[in-house]
Structures are given as C-alpha cells and as structure tokens.
C-alpha cells in the first residue's frame, strides 16, 4: 500500500513539473474585444506629480483603492526617490502592486547615476521587480545628428537593460513623443540593445504622447505590438493629429473624437496587456481626473468589438 501511495505522490509530482515548464501553471486570461479595458486590467499611472492635493504616501494609496484599482505606477522624479519605498509599503497595506517605476536618465552609463542606483538599490531591498520605463528628458540630443543620437541611445539603454536584468526587472522604453518616440526610432532601439546585450526590451505607448502616430496608428501600433508592455490612454482629438513635443491636449478618456477607434485598434491588432488610466491635469485633484478617466472609458468600452480581420501589414 506504501508503494502504491509513494508511486501515485511520484506520478503526481511529476506531471505537476510537466504542467509548470510548459508554462501551463499560471493561467493567463485570454482578452478580446471590451475585457481589455476591463478594470481588472486597468492601471492607475502618473498620480502624483501633478495632483492638487499634496497626499500623503498612505492617503494616496487609500485613494487609489478607493477607485478600484489594484495596480499602479510610481513616477521617480528625483523628488519622489525618497518616498518609493515609503509610497510602496502603502499600495501594499492596500492590496495595490506596484506594477511599473518610470525614471528618466542623464547619460549614456545611466546605471552609474545617482537617482538610478537609488531606485535599483530600493527595489532589491523589497525584493520587488516592477517593469522600468525609462527615458531621457525632452531636447537630449536634439543638435545631435540622427546616427549620433541613436548610437547614445543604444548605449545608454544597454547599460540600463543590464542594470535591470541584474535587479530581476523588464525595462521599457517610455514613449514621450518627439524623435524618441518616433515607431522606427523605437524598434531601432530596441534592435541594437538586443543586438549588443541579448537582453530583451520592450515599449510603453502613452497616447497623451502619440499624437505624431494618430494618423498611421493602425500600421504603427501592429509594428510595436509585438514589443508593447503597457499602453496608456487619452482622450485623442482629431484636430491633434501629427503634434510632436507636447503641443497636443490631455483629456479625459472619453472627451475626445479618435480614441475610440484607436482602442479599436488595439483589440484588432491583438495586444492583450495593461492599460492604464493617467491623472497628469495640473490643478486638478487626482482622484477627479481618475475617476473621470474611468467614466470615459466605461462608456466607450461598451462601443468596443470583437477583433477584426485586418489587412493591415507590418511595415
């Protein structure tokens, strides 16, 4: 009877281990149409840096749950460094993972920088391993020529993919508009990292920065799909099309004329990670812009469609 029991625990055992590599013991859930705005899959980004309210690293986190959501980002301004492990035992407290930390960096040995070893030395502490969206500050190397600027850039995020696969984290390339966030820009990047580190990057979409975009979105969002680790949500206007640097409106979801049809596209194109939600309206309470964010987008979700057959090519 021993023997029996001892080769059932074995057999047992081992197809648990065949399930478990082939990847089948964390089921993921397969999104389509509407459920990929569902709000189990929303993430509550940019949340402080331009809130009225001066809150508290625990009033923020209960704010945030407040909402409903269960995953939010941490924007680590050189401001906000001091306060990321404080601002992360809050979310925790309230059952809030902190999914991503977005930082910007100086130089081309960014892993070398000060703030960056702040928040590396932060997260290893926690044992944490959020993804890191990084970019450089707007107008780097903007006298530069296209060859120079791309060779810096493929430096600089070498050295940071390095230091974040040695953290245990994933980084993305944080999509601000501009040259940088320029789809042939991005995807180069993401090349010549992978070609000198053999370390995987990806990108973060910011619609409140892909105005240069609206106009070939679908044919630009199927060239960063494959490479895409969040999308972040805006309302679009029309009128906005083709605006680079900033110029373009952030509005609440839902308050503009083209944001449909880009989420539209999403479905289409067949992403199926985060989306999140941004407060980023300077004088305006936080928990108002996130809550009209997520009004917006309970309406236009109803809108949304099964994914359709597209005859759009990568190009």
Not at 113 to 119: A, G, H, K, L, Y
Request: proline content about 3%; glycine content about 8%.
């Amino acid at each position: 009877m021993y023997g029996l029991r001892s080769s059932l625990l074995v057999a047992v055992i081992l197809l648990f281990l065949t399930v478990f590599a082939r990847g089948e013991g964390t089921p993921q859930t397969e999104r389509s149409g509407a459920s990929l705005f569902a709000d189990d899959n929303l993430t509550a980004w940019l949340v402080m840096f331009t809130d009225k309210i001066s809150r508290t690293p625990e009033k923020r986190a209960a704010m945030v749950e407040k909402l409903g959501f269960k995953r939010v980002g941490f924007e680590a301004f050189e401001k906000y460094i001091p306060i990321l492990n404080e601002q992360m035992d809050a979310y925790e407290r309230h059952g809030i993972q902190v999914t991503s930390v977005y930082f910007l960096i100086k130089t081309e040995k960014p892993s070398e920088e000060e703030s960056v070893q702040r928040i590396l030395e932060t997260l290893k502490r926690r044992k944490a391993t959020p993804e890191l969206w990084v970019m450089f500050p707007r107008g780097a190397f903007d006298k530069a020529s296209q060859e120079k600027r791309l060779e810096s850039m493929i430096t600089a995020f070498s050295d940071m993919a390095r230091a974040a696969k040695d953290a245990g984290c994933r980084m993305g390339l944080y999509n601000y508009g501009s040259w940088f966030g320029d789809v042939d820009m991005q995807l180069a990047i993401i090349k010549g990292v992978r070609e000198r580190t053999e370390i995987e990057i990806g990108t973060v979409f910011n619609f409140h920065r892909g105005h240069q975009h609206m106009e070939d979105f679908a044919i630009a969002i199927r060239r960063m799909q494959p490479h895409l680790m969040a999308v972040n949500l805006n309302g679009m206007k029309q009128v906005d099309a083709g605006k680079t640097g900033g110029s373009a409106l952030i509005l609440p979801v839902g308050e503009g004329d083209a944001e449909l049809s880009m989420m539209q596209e999403l479905v289409d194109c067949g992403y199926q990670g985060p989306i999140g939600l941004i407060d980023h309206q300077s004088g305006v309470d936080a928990e108002i812009q996130l809550k009209a964010n997520l009004a917006g987008l309970k309406q236009l979700r109803t809108q949304i469609k099964p994914p359709a057959t597209s005859s759009h090519k990568d190009k």
